[in-house]
């Protein structure tokens, strides 16, 4: 009788080892697929800060691309304070009233990024310009 005892404490005792190999897996599995997110993104991070050293406008840009947040709440009804804007390079294509444009400005000294709405589009001597 206690040798039956005996023996099903090490039965119950290896299949809680086995359960704890398959626990202890998992969490080895966890922790790679955390680390590999880390690095990645690690990765791109640094990605991003070395092309932003190298753009004329300070920002990162990649393939055309541009990604900042807005600072401030003047196109409220459109981007709201802290979103995320993704924003195309111009490569000369026309521009209308109601689109959306991001331009570089100085203000106190120092370059800043504006966005706003075109409200007219104008031409003179074949130079064009747009109102905000």
Not at 71 to 85: A, I, R
Not at 92 to 113: A, H, K, M, V, W
Request: charged share 20%.
């Amino acid at each position: 009788m206690k040798l039956m005892i005996v023996i099903k404490l090490l039965i119950s005792k290896m299949n809680w080892l086995k359960n704890w190999k398959k626990v202890n897996k998992v969490i080895e599995t966890i922790g790679d697929i955390v680390t590999v997110v880390i690095l990645v993104f690690s990765v791109i991070f640094t990605s991003l800060t070395l092309a932003s050293l190298k753009s004329e406008n300070g920002l990162p840009n990649v393939a055309g691309y541009s990604l900042f947040s807005v600072q401030s709440d003047s196109m409220e009804k459109v981007f709201y304070t802290g979103d995320l804007l993704l924003i195309k390079e111009y490569r000369g294509e026309d521009l209308n009233p109601g689109d959306i444009i991001s331009f570089r400005t100085i203000e106190q000294g120092q370059y800043i990024i504006n966005t706003h709405r075109i409200v007219e589009c104008h031409e003179i001597s074949g130079i064009k310009t747009y109102t905000t």
